[in-house]
């Protein structure tokens, strides 16, 4: 009797590889760069699995590690093969109805590269499935619990909501965090708050980002696809760790921080594995966001100083001495004034920080 040739649904990315091999060998994304001679962000691309190992990349990662270039043009192979025999799991239909909800240019929206010639397994790599299936049994949950909120501005989009979620996901699995500690996250906050007098998004995003990776917790930039609502949300990854993405989509600092005050709260108040979303009208999770926008209050301007908030003058240089009080910029006061109703949404704007497309792109 022949043997059949055995071929599974599942395949191994050479990434995976790779990724397993930084973790054994402790090495750092920018020494992998320094040793590949390329930039961060290209580490972080073929890390994430949007680029295809060729001869050259085979050859200096041959150099890295010591698996030799036949190794990894093997790996390439096989994952290129595996890939082919995913997209034959899928139907006509099935592959039509994924492209519709989850097109080209909104992948390229939310920061992920692929070959543009490539019809539909750029979609399963993204997602990481080989079944319709697998396919069900990982998102239609989250889909279902996306579904139930509903955009008071905007049409409701579960499928863009869902891509935006998995790129934060794919990009928060590459930070390497220590073990969950809310304790430690609390006591972080003060620190983090001397943050908000940084101007430049380049600067103190990646200071964030280390101190909330110091106390388990992996945060990250995506931009929304197009018509999105969100601003910032919490959830935990696959791997059981917790996420915290936000989109910079008001281009504010006062938006900005008070949607990842917002975000820790709910870490630190509602840790039971929901997912929440802010900029979406959360009606099956009314209190929880009431509770999340008072902690994020709280922290900007603690108890001890609500008595001189509420007689905060509205001029420029009290403003700025009340900011450095309570440790955080005057922007973000700003913001607070205007949703208390303290003031007009159209005033005192020039004490808050606008960051431009060129602060913010690099993040992405």
Same mark, same amino acid.
């Given at each position: 009797m022949q043997a059949q040739e055995f071929t599974p649904d599942w395949f191994s990315a050479p990434h995976e590889t790779i990724c397993d091999l930084l973790e054994q060998k402790n090495i750092s994304h920018e020494f992998l760069a320094s040793m590949l001679e390329i930039s961060l962000r290209d580490v972080d691309a073929i890390l994430l699995g949007e680029v295809r190992i060729d001869e050259s990349l085979a050859q200096k990662l041959h150099g890295a590690f010591g698996? !030799?270039?036949? *190794?990894?043009?093997?790996?390439?192979?096989?994952?290129?093969?595996?890939?082919?025999?995913?997209?034959?799991? $899928?139907?006509?239909?099935?592959?039509?109805?994924?492209?519709?909800?989850?097109?080209?240019?909104?992948? !390229? @929206?939310?920061?992920? @590269?692929?070959?543009?010639?490539?019809?539909?397994?750029?979609?399963?790599?993204f997602f990481d499935v080989s079944t319709p299936n697998e396919w069900e049994c990982r998102y239609q949950t989250l889909k279902t619990a996306v579904a139930f909120r509903k955009s008071e501005t905007f049409e409701n989009s579960v499928d863009k909501t869902l891509l935006w979620l998995r790129q934060a996901e794919r990009k928060a699995e590459l930070i390497k965090v220590s073990d969950w500690n809310k304790t430690g996250l609390i006591e972080s906050l003060e620190r983090i708050k001397r943050l908000?007098?940084?101007?430049?998004?380049?600067?103190?995003?990646?200071?964030?980002?280390?101190?909330?990776?110091?106390?388990?917790?992996?945060?990250?930039?995506?931009?929304?696809?197009s018509k999105s609502p969100c601003s910032g949300a919490t959830f935990f990854s696959a791997s059981g760790k917790p996420v915290v993405v936000l989109s910079f989509r008001h281009k504010s600092d006062d938006h900005f921080w008070f949607s990842f005050f917002h975000e820790v709260g709910h870490l630190i108040l509602h840790s039971n594995h929901?997912? $929440?979303?802010?900029?979406?009208?959360?009606?099956? *999770?009314? @209190?929880?966001?009431?509770?999340?926008?008072? $902690?994020? !209050?709280?922290?900007?301007?603690?108890?001890?100083?609500?008595?001189? *908030?509420?007689?905060?003058?509205?001029?420029?240089?009290?403003?700025?001495? $009340?900011?450095?009080?309570v440790g955080v910029c005057a922007g973000v006061v700003v913001g607070q004034l205007q949703h208390r109703r303290r003031i007009g949404f159209n005033q005192l704007n020039h004490l808050k920080r606008r960051y431009s497309d060129g602060d913010i792109n690099t993040l992405f």
């Open positions: 698996c !030799s270039k036949a *190794f990894w043009l093997q790996r390439q192979t096989q994952f290129d093969d595996g890939l082919k025999r995913a997209k034959a799991n $899928f139907d006509v239909a099935q592959i039509r109805a994924l492209k519709q909800a989850y097109p080209s240019k909104e992948l !390229s @929206r939310v920061g992920y @590269r692929f070959d543009p010639d490539d019809d539909f397994t750029p979609l399963l790599k908000t007098w940084t101007k430049q998004p380049q600067r103190f995003f990646p200071e964030l980002q280390k101190i909330c990776a110091s106390v388990g917790v992996a945060v990250v930039a995506v931009r929304t696809p929901s997912i $929440f979303l802010e900029g979406i009208q959360d009606q099956p *999770f009314e @209190r929880e966001e009431s509770e999340a926008n008072n $902690f994020a !209050s709280k922290i900007i301007i603690p108890n001890q100083f609500a008595h001189d *908030f509420e007689k905060l003058s509205t001029d420029k240089d009290a403003i700025i001495n $009340f900011a450095k009080k």
